[in-house]
């Protein structure tokens, strides 16, 4: 393949990458069974697209290959740790849990819905956060029995939140 084809077809596919993206918070939303089952369906279009597709492109053109970070929100793993997370100047913890919990529901939402919500509050906010801050902090939140979790809230499509009764 030359490379102006594979520039042209990994464009394309990068867009359907970020699309994916967005179906993958939009699935997030459903009820339980709907959400099992659409998400196992999105992980192996996202997989297919990543192995068969984007992969050989990269094979031939390594230098098209954008870094592995790029690619990262569609696993919604979270590694980083509360420890490891600085708050804008400004904000303190009981701030920023007064925002999670003011968009937090008694319901069960997947652990990415909340990071989403938690993120749009805070950009109504004008507050510079970022996606990992949520998780780590939900995760701690979790941990110390403030709210409840169920998973691995490292893993967000693979876990739950939702307020204590």
């Not at 569609?74 to 999670?100: A, H, K, M, N, S």
Request: charged share 30%; aromatic share 6%; hydrophobic share 40%.
């Amino acid at each position: 393949m030359k490379r102006a084809q594979a520039v042209r077809i990994n464009d394309h596919l990068l867009d359907a990458y970020k699309a994916l993206d967005q179906a993958g918070m939009a699935i997030a939303a459903l009820g339980k069974t709907e959400r099992i089952e659409l998400e196992e369906w999105l992980d192996g279009i996202v997989g297919a697209l990543e192995d068969k597709l984007l992969q050989p492109i990269y094979d031939q053109h390594p230098d098209l290959e954008p870094p592995k970070s790029d690619r990262e929100p569609l696993r919604y793993i979270c590694e980083v740790t509360w420890d490891e997370v600085q708050l804008p100047p400004g904000v303190t913890e009981q701030q920023f849990d007064e925002i999670i919990f003011s968009v937090m529901k008694s319901t069960w939402r997947k652990t990415a819905m909340m990071v989403s919500y938690v993120m749009e509050r805070c950009e109504e906010l004008g507050l510079p956060i970022e996606d990992k801050m949520i998780a780590a902090r939900l995760k701690v939140l979790s941990d110390s029995d403030r709210i409840e979790g169920i998973g691995d809230l490292q893993s967000w499509f693979h876990s739950e939140v939702r307020l204590k009764d």
